[in-house]
């Protein structure tokens, strides 16, 4: 088995790519060793000593980082994971389908739905391929007095560079569509 490793816009994250796919649908993202126990693969990251967050995607593992450095590492958070996969374990426990999705309600007004729907369009079919490019992942969360209520998730939590995708790439292209959007925000 031969996983590959792509950095990312954030320093603190690395995607890794195991050539299988991780999440069959939605994400899950992991942002405590309490919360991994959903997971055996991403309890069995957290267990290396350094890490701060780990994410799904459909094909990648994105995992975070407080203090090493990457060479030191990698080479654990690989092995880690070429173990889990050719061990046949699944990814996700079998009771665990809390961590797949948000529990967050969405909010917006019932008079909001054509925009709303509009937006979610747009952040599935031109937002959410780019940032899994970058293992990570945006959603919908809200849309209230023409501020649009995103959450970011895996390399996106905590990029440097997250601001500006948000305000000059997606408040944007929201704003070009869909003329009652007038701002973008992260939650």
Known sequence: MFIQTEATPNPATLKFLPGKVVMETGTAEFRDAGSASASPLAARIFAIPGVTGVFFGYDFVTVSKDGPEWHHLKPAILGT?????????????????????????????????????????????????????????????????????????????GCPSSTATLKHGVQNLLRHFVPEVQEVEAV
């Open 81 to 157: 994971i070429m173990e889990h996969f050719m061990s046949g374990a699944p990814v996700m426990g079998t009771a665990s389908t809390s961590a797949q999705t948000d529990t967050d309600e969405e909010f917006f007004d019932a008079g909001d739905e054509t925009i709303v729907a509009t937006i979610k369009e747009l952040l599935e079919t031109r937002v959410r391929p780019a940032v899994a490019q970058d293992g990570g992942d945006i959603t919908f969360r809200g849309f209230k007095d023409g501020k649009v209520f995103l959450n970011m998730k895996g390399s996106c939590a």
